[in-house]
T-cell receptor, first 113, second 119 residues
Framework: DVKVTQSSRYLVKRTGEKVFLECVQD?????MFWYRQDPGLGLRLIYF???????EKGDIPEGYSVSREKKERFSLILESASTNQTSMYLC????????????FGQGTRLTVV | AQKITQTQPGMFVQEKEAVTLDCTYD???????LFWYKQPSSGEMIFLIY??????QNATEGRYSLNFQKARKSANLVISASQLGDSAMYFC????????????????FGQGTILTVHP
């Protein structure tokens, strides 16, 4: 089974802190994604990566950056956390266009106080 | 413009009954895929069913079927014989396969529908 693992289920951080959310997948997938989930808004794409060191902005990249130094690992970085970044963050990976399914991690619920 | 619309914030169904969750989409891409995911209270996203835009038949997976009406741009999920364990949030999503594959499998999600199954 494909496994996508996010480093934390719950995080509490202070405003202004630098926050790292880590995601690791074990199936050699090219594509990896970071989504943010908020009530009434569904999941919105923050950033995605289609290869090592390659990244593309999604729909809501402001206030975030990403890093993909190895194929299996995709990190989301909040340079200076703010309270409006309190949310559920979901990482996903997929093999490519021909293989439709995206596999998700268990989610990280981040609270910024 | 919203690309994926789920107009039902919440739905209720009696155990063992069938329920339809609505999803409409908007795209000009001739090649796309439609997905349904289930998210229980534990938070993980569980893939349920997929329909490609060129698929001639409606997708089915066990108790799940996707009522794909291309002309109406709708992709409703039908759950037959509801079970208590079906209570969850359900998301419809679309992937557009445009521009030589540069979509890279990005999914656009709807707002979600919370399904509650009553005993």
């Amino acid at each position: 089974d494909v496994k996508v693992t996010q480093s934390s289920r719950y995080l509490v951080k202070r405003t202004g802190e630098k926050v790292f959310l880590e995601c690791v997948q074990d199936m050699d997938h090219e594509n990896m994604f970071w989504y943010r989930q908020d009530p009434g808004l569904g999941l919105r794409l923050i950033y995605f990566s289609y290869d090592v060191k390659m990244k593309e902005k999604g729909d809501i990249p402001e206030g975030y950056s990403v890093s993909r130094e190895k194929k299996e690992r995709f990190s989301l970085i909040l340079e200076s956390a703010s309270t409006n970044q309190t949310s559920m963050y979901l990482c996903a990976s997929s093999l490519g266009v021909l293989f439709p399914e995206a596999f998700f991690g268990q989610g990280t619920r981040l609270t910024v106080v | 413009a919203q690309k994926i619309t789920q107009t039902q914030p919440g739905m209720f169904v009696q155990e063992k009954e069938a329920v339809t969750l609505d999803c409409t989409y908007d795209t000009s891409d001739p090649s796309y895929g439609l997905f349904w995911y289930k998210q229980p209270s534990s938070g993980e996203m569980i893939f349920l069913i997929y329909q490609g835009s060129y698929d001639q038949q409606n997708a089915t997976e066990g108790r799940y079927s996707l009522n794909f009406q291309k002309a109406r741009k709708s992709a409703n999920l039908v759950i037959s014989a509801s079970q208590l364990g079906d209570s969850a949030m359900y998301f419809c999503a679309m992937r557009e396969n445009s521009a030589g594959g540069t979509s890279y499998g990005k999914l656009t999600f709807g707002q979600g529908t919370i399904l509650t199954v009553h005993p």
